[in-house]
């Protein structure tokens, strides 16, 4: 993770530089960097409890570690002040659960990250602050690990999906300059993974970041 977060930085750095020398009239190209913190929505300690009790494993008990760093990567082009079309490549982040139960344990660990392209639809209130909106779509490879120990058996211990899911998010945006521009956004991830990984995974994420116009 401290990787993740360095690789933005210089990223933020060369970007910044880069836009120093980017003409005064524009071309409608952008791009962003942001990072923060997701949560897993559905992950929690209470429905694995439950799940494995239905599937015969007794007195179970779960812990569900369910936040975790995310970081996007965003280009885009601006048509006008309202409207702009942005991709995206971004890791949700992993998040993981540890059930006691008689006889041995059972643990799972999800990942997600994939690429998407959203509509971002923008409000500007002031010159300098706008409020903005984002539906798209994103083709995310949700991961998932399952291992077990003591007398426990699992049928399976890994699973792997490529899915379409959904993206939506609200933000707020504040030009420093005509070259730079922070946001703080939340998002929401919709129908990732499938029955192979546990079953669909769906996470919020509260974010950061810089936007560098060309």
């Not at 429905?47 to 494995?52: I, M, P, T, Y």
């Amino acid at each position: 993770m401290k990787k993740s977060i360095i690789s933005l930085a210089a990223l933020a750095i060369v970007a910044s530089a880069a836009t120093a020398h980017a003409q005064q009239n524009g071309s409608g190209f952008y791009a962003g960097v942001a990072i923060g913190q997701s949560k897993a929505t559905n992950v929690t300690e209470g429905d694995v409890s439950d799940f494995l009790r239905r599937n015969g494993y007794l007195n179970p008990v779960t812990s569900a570690d369910r936040k975790d760093t995310t970081y996007r990567f965003t280009g885009g082009y601006q048509f006008n002040p309202n409207v702009a079309v942005e991709a995206i490549y971004t890791d949700i982040g992993s998040f993981g659960t540890r059930s006691s139960v008689t006889g041995g344990s059972v643990n799972a660990d999800y990942n997600a990250k994939g690429f998407g392209i959203d509509l971002v639809l923008s409000a500007p209130m002031t010159e300098q602050f706008s409020v903005f909106g984002r539906v798209g779509a994103i083709q995310a490879k949700t991961e998932a690990a399952f291992s077990s120990s003591g007398v426990v058996g699992l049928s399976f211990v890994q699973g792997s999906k490529t899915k379409t899911g959904q993206h939506f998010g609200l933000g707020l945006q504040y030009n420093l300059s005509r070259e730079l521009a922070v946001r703080g956004e939340v998002e929401r991830f919709r129908k990732l993974g499938d029955a192979s990984t546990g079953g669909d995974l769906e996470a919020d994420a509260v974010n950061v970041g810089l936007i560098f116009r060309f």
